[in-house]
């Protein structure tokens, strides 16, 4: 089936660095997202994106964080500066667009953040 | 805001006994429901999705209905397996491009 590429799948960072995550989505789709999740827990909204914008993005969304997907490339989420509570898996996801197909989200691997 | 709850943090059976993940949602618009599943350091997979009022769905054997009467999607299977044992997440959206919304997971550990 379609599948979302993450790289990489681990990040060690000391806290203050940027880091950016990066997304390969599936390759018609057209609407992305952030997700994180701690440690198994509930996965929490970060940010959608569509049409090189921002569609919506939730009190986790600090202002140290941006999202940007230049040139139809990699969609990526970059952090600066990273602090301690940004240690989480963040999960990139891609839906299509058009009737019932836009409402089903595919999910990459993660990317495991640690910030020291 | 959307919501959506799972009571149950952690359901714990004997391979081959029937299961029951509790989930219901709160919103104002007409929802997609989905269950999800999440193996141990896996991405969350799609399981089931509705948006369909009283219509059973089903999938490698686990089965839900969408209630919008009770504003509930249970998650169920007739006899659990050993490799069902995962994180199962219940979630909603609102519209195409639109936020997943999760529930805080079940846990379910099926022992042999």
């Known amino acids: 089936g379609p599948k979302v590429l993450q790289i990489p799948s681990h990040q060690i960072i000391d806290m203050g660095q940027m880091v950016t995550l990066n997304c390969d989505p599936v390759?018609?789709?057209?609407?992305f997202y952030w997700y994180k999740q701690i440690l198994g827990q509930q996965m929490e909204f970060l940010v959608n994106f569509y049409n090189g914008k921002v569609m919506e993005k939730s009190k986790l969304f600090k202002d140290q964080f941006s999202v940007e997907r230049p040139d139809g490339s990699y969609f990526t989420l970059k952090i600066q500066p990273t602090a301690l509570e940004d240690s989480a898996v963040y999960f990139c996801?891609?839906?299509?667009?058009?009737?019932?197909?836009?409402?089903?989200?595919?999910f990459g691997p993660g990317t495991r953040l640690t910030v020291l | 805001g959307d919501s959506v709850t799972q009571t149950e943090g952690l359901v714990t059976l004997t391979k081959g006994l029937p299961v029951m993940l509790n989930c219901t949602y709160q919103t104002t618009y007409s929802p997609f429901l989905f269950w999800y599943v999440q193996h141990l350091n896996e991405a969350p997979k799609l399981l089931l999705k509705?948006?369909?009022?009283?219509k059973r769905t089903e999938h490698q054997g686990f089965y839900a209905t969408l209630h919008k009467s009770s504003s509930s999607f249970h998650l169920q299977k007739s006899s659990v397996q050993l490799s069902d044992s995962a994180l199962y997440f219940c979630a909603l959206s609102r519209t195409g491009g639109y936020k997943v919304v999760f529930g805080s997971g079940t846990r379910l550990l099926v022992s042999p």
């Open positions: 390759s018609n789709h057209l609407y």
């Open positions: 996801a891609s839906s299509s667009t058009g009737g019932a197909l836009s409402y089903e989200q595919y």
């Open positions: 509705s948006s369909t009022d009283n």
